[in-house]
């Protein structure tokens, strides 16, 4: 079984920061992408940032692009989003996803954290 856990999130003012984790763990042989997805009510989840775990290569929403960065530390299978300057528009339930194969037979499958919720509001 693989478990994705997020935390980070919570209550800022606009022009705030935060910073989010989401670590990895179970049966894991290799991790291809981690990234972060948001979802605001009424609205359906979409990607912010993702990275690939062989060379960094970082793909990003352009809401967010110049102002949340994502970063990896694949030793301990955990990836990070570094939110600055957050807006209202940016309040939602990040969800981190990991595209992974448990063996090196296995298919690789995306796997979902349980969410953080982050709200910019002053």
């Known amino acids: 079984q693989v478990q994705l856990v997020e935390s980070g999130g919570g209550l800022v003012q606009p022009g705030g920061s935060l910073r989010l984790s989401c670590a990895a763990s179970g049966m894991i042989f290799r991790i291809y992408t981690m990234g972060w997805y948001r979802q605001a009510p009424g609205k359906q989840r979409e990607l912010v940032a993702t990275?690939?775990?062989?060379?960094?290569?970082?793909d990003y929403a352009d809401s967010v692009n110049g102002r949340f960065t994502i970063s990896r530390d694949n030793a301990k299978n955990t990836v990070y989003l570094q939110m600055n300057s957050l807006k209202p528009e940016d309040t939602a339930v990040y969800y981190c996803?990991?595209?992974?194969?448990?063996?090196?037979?296995?298919?690789?499958?995306?796997?979902w954290g349980q969410g953080t919720q982050v709200t910019v509001s002053s």
């Open positions: 996803n990991a595209d992974l194969k448990q063996r090196s037979y296995t298919l690789r499958i995306g796997y």
């Open positions: 990275i690939t775990t062989s060379n960094d290569s970082t």
